[in-house]
C-alpha cells in the first residue's frame, strides 16, 4: 500500500521539527475550495478558525494525554460563491513547561486536524493544505513566576501577510502540509484519539471601550485634545493622527471586567512600537520578591479601583510593531493569538519616521454561554449590587473550563470549582461545564488515590483536602439533577480518595500529615489565604509543629465519607454506605477526644492551642460540636483578634455554619468584606482579603447560591431536586423577591419578609 493511500487528515508542517521545538509556535494554514457545510477540527494545542476572513471559532476543547476532544463548526454561512479560503491559526507549545500554558495539555505531536462533513467533501486535511510559519510573532511569559499562561506576544507586522485568510491572497510562496500516515496518527493518545466535544461553542461579541480615563503623555498635543480624539475613534467617529517620532501614552477603560480578544486596525506607522498594558485595576506598585521558583512581581496595594491619579496600572504585555503597509481602505490589525482579560488598557504608542493613524479599537469578548435564569432583588441595595458584581465574576470565571482566575492563572482547581458549580446551578440550572469540569479531576487520580488540585493541568499540583471538593461535586450534581450513571463512573474515583485518607489515619484515628507547606513538602496543605497563615501559604500554623497533622484535613476527610455514604445508597451500594458512616462515626469520636481544647474549642493540632474560625465552621457542618457548642465556638472566634479568620474561598462554608447554628442576624458582618469591594468600585470579587491578588475570583460569587439556597433556604432533600425544603431565614433582610430556577423549573418568590414561595 502506498503511503498516498495512507494519509490522514491530520497535518503538520513536514520541516523535521515535529516535538523539538524549543519555544512556543504559531503556524498559519489555508486552503481553497469550492463549497462545504460542516467541517470537523481540533489541533494540538489550539487553533483559531476563519472562513474568508471571517472569525468562526476557537478550539479545541481542553483535553488529557488520554482524551482529546473535536469540534465541528457550520462553514456554510460564511461562503462567498465558489472562490472561498477556509484558514486556521494554530498555537503549539514545546514540552518545557516554563515555556507553555499549564492548562493546555502537551503532546511531541503537533497539528491541525480537518475533517470536511458534507458530501463532496474538499477540505479534508489530506492533500491541499498550505502552511507559513508566523515566526514574526514571539510568545512570553507573563510578568509573575511561574507563568501558567504564557501567552504574551512580541509581534513584528509583516505586509507579505496582509489578507491571507482572505481569497485572493497569493500563497504561491507559501509550502505545502505534509500529513501525518494512518500509521503515524491511530494512537490511543492525545491528540488523536478525539471525542466530540462536551461543551457548548464559547459566546462572542464585538464590543467598544467606554471610555478614555486619562492621557499620560502627548508630546504633539494638549492632554485634553487628544483624550478627546481618542474618544471619538473608540466611538467610531474618528482617527487617531499620531505624527512621526511622537510618544502618546493612553489609558482606555471597558467599563467592566471583561476577557476578549482587542483588536487595533491602523495605517502607516511602520518601525513604531505598540505595547498593550492588560490591567484589573489601579494600584500602588510594590516590585518584586524572591520565591523558590524565581521572582514574582508583587501584587499591588489596592484600594479604590479607579483611582489613576494615585495609581497605575500593573498586568501583562503585549508588543506589536507596524509593517507600516495599512491604508484606511485596507487597515494593518492586531489582535492577540489568547483572550485577554482587562478591565483597562494602557496603549504606549511609539512612532518613528512615519506618523501613524489609528483607526478603530474594540475587542470580541469570549465566555461560556450562561444563560442566566434566576433573579432576585432583596431589600438591601448593596445586596442587590453584591448579586451583579457576583455574577459577572461568575460569567468571566466560565470558559472551556471553570477557571480560578481569567487574569492570571485560568486553572480549573477543585476548591474553586465546586463553588462554581453550585453558583451555576442556582443562576441556570445547566451542568454542562460541571459534568466537563467532574471527569478532568476524576482523570487525574493518581496511584495513591489523589486527586490532582486542577485539571486539565501540564504541571503537579496536590492539595489532599482538595479532593474532598470533588467528591462535594459528585454529591451535589447528585441532589441537583439525579443521574445515577454519572455517581457510578465517578465511585471508584472517590473510593480511592477515601482509601488515601484511610492509610493515613494515626493510632489515634486522625488523619496524619499528609501535606505541608507549599515548596517544602510532597502535597500542599492549603486551606485559606489569611493573613495569620501567610508566612506557611495558606497552612495552618499547626502543620509546622507536633506531628505535621492538622484538625481542617480530619474534618475534610469526614466530610468525604458522609457525602460518600449518600451516594453510596443512592446506587445500590448499602453495604459501603455502611463502612463510611461507621469510618466516620470513629473518625468523629477521634476528633473529640483529641482535638478539643479550651471551652469545646476544636483545636487547629491535635493537643495544640492553635484555634481558627475554620475548624469550627467545619466541625458543625460535619456535625462534630452540636448545634448549641458550634454557636458558642463561632461566636468565640469569628471576628475575634488574632485568630485566623475565613477569607473569601471559606465564607461560603462560614455561611452555610451561621445558617445551622442560628445565626443568619449576624451574617451582616459576613458581607463586609463585598460591600468594600463595591467602595472600591469593584465590578467583580476579589480572590482574598490578604494581598487582594486577584480582581476576579469565581469562589467571591458567593451571593449567587447565598440567596437562593441559604437565605430562601430553597435546596433539593433528595436526589434530582424531587423534593426541596424552604427553610427560609432571611436574617436581616426585610424581603427577597423574584424567580429562582430549579433543574425541575422556576420558583417565583413572592413577595413579603418571610420569602414566601409558590
Known amino acids: 500500500m502506498s503511503r498516498n493511500e495512507n494519509k490522514s487528515n491530520w497535518i503538520w508542517t513536514g520541516d523535521g521539527t515535529q516535538g523539538k521545538q524549543e519555544e512556543p509556535r504559531i503556524v498559519y494554514f489555508r486552503k481553497c475550495f469550492t463549497h462545504s457545510d460542516k467541517i470537523r477540527i481540533s489541533a494540538n494545542c ?66 491541525l486536524f480537518v475533517e470536511d462533513l458534507s458530501s463532496e467533501p474538499g477540505l479534508n486535511g489530506e492533500d491541499g493544505w498550505k502552511y507559513h510559519d508566523a515566526g514574526h510573532i514571539k510568545i512570553t511569559g507573563e510578568p509573575f513566576v511561574p507563568a501558567p499562561i504564557h501567552g504574551s506576544e512580541i509581534v513584528q507586522g509583516c505586509a507579505g501577510l496582509n489578507g491571507w485568510k482572505e481569497a485572493g491572497f497569493d500563497d504561491s510562496g507559501w509550502q505545502d502540509a505534509v500529513p501525518y500516515s494512518l500509521f503515524d496518527s491511530m494512537k490511543p493518545v492525545a491528540p488523536f484519539n478525539l471525542e466530540p466535544r462536551t461543551i457548548p461553542r464559547m459566546e462572542h461579541a464585538r464590543k467598544s471601550f467606554r471610555e478614555v480615563v486619562c492621557v499620560r503623555e502627548s508630546a504633539a498635543q494638549t492632554h485634553e485634545s487628544l483624550k478627546e480624539q481618542w474618544e471619538k475613534m473608540l466611538g467610531g467617529t474618528g482617527t487617531v493622527e499620531i505624527p512621526a517620532n511622537t510618544t502618546q501614552i ?59 491619579m494615585n495609581g497605575s496600572l ?144 501540564v504541571s503537579v499540583n496536590v492539595i489532599p483536602g482538595f479532593s474532598i471538593f470533588y467528591i462535594r461535586m459528585i454529591h451535589d450534581h447528585m441532589m441537583y439533577f439525579g443521574d445515577p450513571d454519572l455517581v457510578r463512573e465517578h465511585f471508584g474515583c472517590v473510593d480511592g480518595i477515601l482509601e488515601f485518607f484511610r492509610n493515613h489515619l494515626t493510632d489515634k484515628g486522625l488523619v496524619g500529615s499528609v501535606g505541608g507547606v507549599l515548596f517544602q513538602h510532597r502535597y500542599w496543605s492549603f486551606i485559606d489565604w489569611c493573613d495569620e497563615w501567610n508566612d506557611s501559604i495558606g497552612v495552618p500554623a499547626a502543620a509546622l509543629t507536633g506531628d505535621g497533622s492538622i484538625t481542617m484535613e480530619s474534618l475534610y476527610y469526614l466530610d468525604g465519607l458522609h457525602a460518600a455514604a449518600e ?19 470513629n473518625l468523629r469520636q477521634a476528633i473529640l477526644m483529641y482535638c478539643v481544647g479550651k471551652d469545646g474549642l476544636i483545636q487547629d493540632g491535635p493537643g495544640q492551642e492553635l484555634y481558627s474560625t475554620h475548624c469550627q465552621v ?51 458582618r459576613l458581607w463586609e468584606p463585598w460591600k468594600t469591594m463595591l467602595d472600591n468600585h469593584m465590578t467583580t470579587c476579589v480572590e482574598n482579603f490578604t ?44 424581603w427577597i423577591r423574584g424567580e429562582l430556577v430549579t433543574p425541575k423549573g422556576v420558583i417565583r418568590i413572592q413577595e413579603g419578609n418571610d420569602g414566601a414561595v409558590s
Open 250 to 308: 493612553v489609558e482606555i477603560s471597558a467599563g467592566e471586567e471583561m476577557c476578549g480578544y482587542p483588536s487595533l486596525s491602523m495605517a502607516g506607522g511602520g518601525g513604531a512600537e505598540i505595547v498593550f498594558l492588560y490591567s484589573e485595576a489601579y494600584g500602588i506598585p510594590q516590585g518584586e520578591m524572591d520565591t523558590p521558583a524565581g521572582k514574582r512581581l508583587l501584587p499591588p496595594v489596592k484600594g479604590d479601583r479607579t483611582d489613576f
Open 691 to 734: 494581598d487582594q491578588r486577584s480582581d476576579c475570583h469565581a469562589w467571591g460569587s458567593l451571593i449567587l447560591y447565598a440567596l437562593p439556597a441559604v437565605y430562601l433556604g430553597i435546596r433539593p432533600t433528595s436526589p434530582g431536586f424531587e423534593t426541596f425544603e424552604k427553610n427560609t431565614d432571611p436574617g436581616n433582610l426585610e
Open 618 to 668: 467545619w466541625a458543625l457542618l460535619t456535625d462534630v460540636t452540636g448545634i448549641e457548642q458550634g454557636r458558642r465556638n463561632l461566636e468565640k472566634t469569628w471576628g475575634a483578634d488574632g485568630i485566623p479568620q475565613c477569607s473569601v474561598s471559606m465564607s461560603f462554608y462560614l455561611l452555610e455554619a451561621l445558617k445551622k447554628a442560628g445565626m443568619m442576624k449576624e451574617a451582616d
Open 567 to 585: 451516594l453510596a445508597e443512592y446506587i445500590g451500594r448499602p453495604d459501603m454506605a455502611r463502612d463510611y458512616r461507621r469510618r466516620a462515626e
Open 46 to 111: 489550539r487553533y483559531k478558525l476563519y472562513v474568508n476572513g471571517i472569525f468562526v471559532q476557537e478550539g479545541p476543547q481542553k483535553g488529557t494525554a488520554e482524551r482529546a476532544f473535536a469540534d465541528e463548526a457550520e462553514i456554510g454561512g460564511y461562503l462567498f460563491g465558489e472562490n472561498n479560503v477556509c484558514a486556521a491559526e494554530v498555537l503549539y507549545y514545546p514540552e518545557d513547561s516554563a515555556r507553555r500554558n499549564d492548562s493546555l495539555y502537551y503532546s511531541p505531536f503537533p497539528c
Open 314 to 457: 500593573q498586568g501583562t504585555q503585549d508588543r506589536y510593531t507596524p509593517a507600516g503597509s495599512g491604508t484606511k481602505d485596507a487597515p494593518e490589525v492586531y489582535t492577540p493569538y489568547l483572550f485577554r482579560t482587562f478591565r483597562y488598557i494602557q496603549l504606549r504608542v511609539t512612532t518613528k519616521d512615519q506618523g501613524m493613524s489609528i483607526l478603530n479599537y474594540d475587542y470580541l469578548s469570549t465566555g461560556y454561554p450562561l444563560e442566566v435564569k434566576t433573579h432576585l432583588t432583596t431589600s438591601d441595595e448593596k445586596m442587590n449590587r453584591i448579586w451583579d458584581i457576583s455574577l459577572r465574576t461568575l460569567k468571566r470565571c466560565m470558559h472551556e473550563t471553570y477557571v480560578d482566575c481569567p487574569f492570571y492563572e485560568q486553572l480549573q482547581y477543585t476548591m474553586d470549582s465546586r463553588a462554581e458549580m453550585l453558583f451555576t446551578y442556582a443562576v441556570s440550572a445547566d451542568d454542562r461545564l460541571a459534568r466537563q469540569c467532574m471527569d478532568a479531576f476524576r482523570r487525574t487520580q493518581r496511584s495513591d488515590g489523589i486527586l490532582q488540585a486542577c485539571a486539565p493541568a
